[in-house]
């Protein structure tokens, strides 16, 4: 395979099923693009399902769209329940929609914002869904972090909800340093089962309607810095797409931009910060995000005559 992986490189996806969320725009919809292109069904989970439907008209291929408002728990039941109605397995569940740096706001569950929608929406929707990845060998969950991980980053287990104070830097650090542990746990609890693997992603910088957040005295320098420390939004789903399809992946890896300081560039393997890789957080975080969600993952059992899926949760 070419060491530049691209569009090009994806395998056929025909008779594959895609679940993409915040698919009608930018970084999710050139991914969902891009696997519909490619064969697979793709449906654009998202809050405004107009948009999305505009979003679908762009789309060649077999592309159909689902409300999802990861925002409110009502909603993400009632997604998955719809999704479970129409399809009888799932091979690719794309947790991408995200908010970044948003003022201090509330979900309708009581959740901060950015780690209610980044984290535990998809959280809730992957346990909602996933026993219908589990029999398919090559199923994967993928959920898209970001740079942003290493930025004022912990989980604040003292205060998830930022009510004492709040930083939007810090929240959304929180919220994508959530979307790593989770996968990285996902990806310990899914490997004796031998079908469905954990994979992250990120965009590097990407130019996006997710920066129109971004703290005021940031917006102006970052505007005449755009042209040279951006990349389009097709190229920043690049390393979702290799974390989808690259038969190469392994469960528990992460992808992002080579190019320096994975800031652009065509996706390669990456490294988290250390602290992601805390295997007592992770735990932690999944019993915190079972209890607020009251999402209980299907236990996962080894089946017969199967061999373990390849997986890498190391640094």
Excluded: C
């Excluded at 009888?88 to 991408?96: M, Q, S, T, V, Y």
């Excluded at 706001?105 to 980044?118: A, H, M, P, S, Y």
């Excluded at 999402?295 to 080894?302: A, E, I, L, R, Y």
């Amino acid at each position: 395979m070419s060491e530049k992986w691209t569009t090009e490189s994806i395998p056929d996806q025909r008779g594959r099923v895609a679940v993409v969320t915040g698919a009608n725009t930018g970084l999710g919809y050139e991914t969902a693009k891009a696997l519909a292109e490619h064969g697979a069904s793709v449906v654009l989970a998202v809050r405004d399902v107009q948009k999305g439907e505009q979003a679908a008209a762009r789309m060649t291929g077999d592309v159909s769209v689902q409300a999802l408002d990861l925002t409110s728990l009502d909603s993400v039941r009632t997604a998955a329940a719809a999704l479970r109605s129409r399809f009888d397995r799932i091979d690719l569940l794309i947790n991408n929609a995200g908010v970044m740096y948003t003022p201090r706001q509330t979900t309708r569950d009581g959740f901060e914002l950015q780690f209610g929608t980044n984290h535990l929406g998809h959280f809730a929707l992957t346990g909602l869904l996933l026993d219908l990845m589990l029999p398919l060998p090559g199923s994967r969950v993928v959920t898209v972090s970001s740079t942003g991980h290493r930025i004022r980053a912990a989980i604040h287990f003292d205060d998830l909800q930022w009510e004492r104070s709040y930083s939007r830097v810090a929240a959304y650090g929180q919220s994508k340093l959530a979307n790593l542990m989770f996968t990285y746990e996902l990806q310990r609890r899914l490997a004796t089962h031998g079908t469905t693997v954990a994979v992250a992603a990120h965009p590097g910088l990407s130019s996006t309607e997710l920066a129109r957040n971004t703290p005021t005295a940031l917006r102006l320098p970052l505007t005449w810095l755009a042209p040279l420390i951006t990349q389009t939004p097709a190229m920043g789903a690049l390393p979702t797409l290799r974390a989808a399809t690259d038969p190469a992946v392994l469960g528990g890896q992460y992808y992002g931009p080579g190019g320096r300081f994975e800031v652009m560039g065509h996706p390669r393997l990456v490294t988290s910060s250390p602290q992601s890789y805390d295997v007592a957080v992770q735990q932690r975080l999944w019993a915190v995000s079972e209890d607020l969600t009251g999402v209980t993952f299907p236990v996962v059992q080894s089946p017969q005559n199967s061999s373990p899926a390849g997986s890498v949760i190391t640094r």
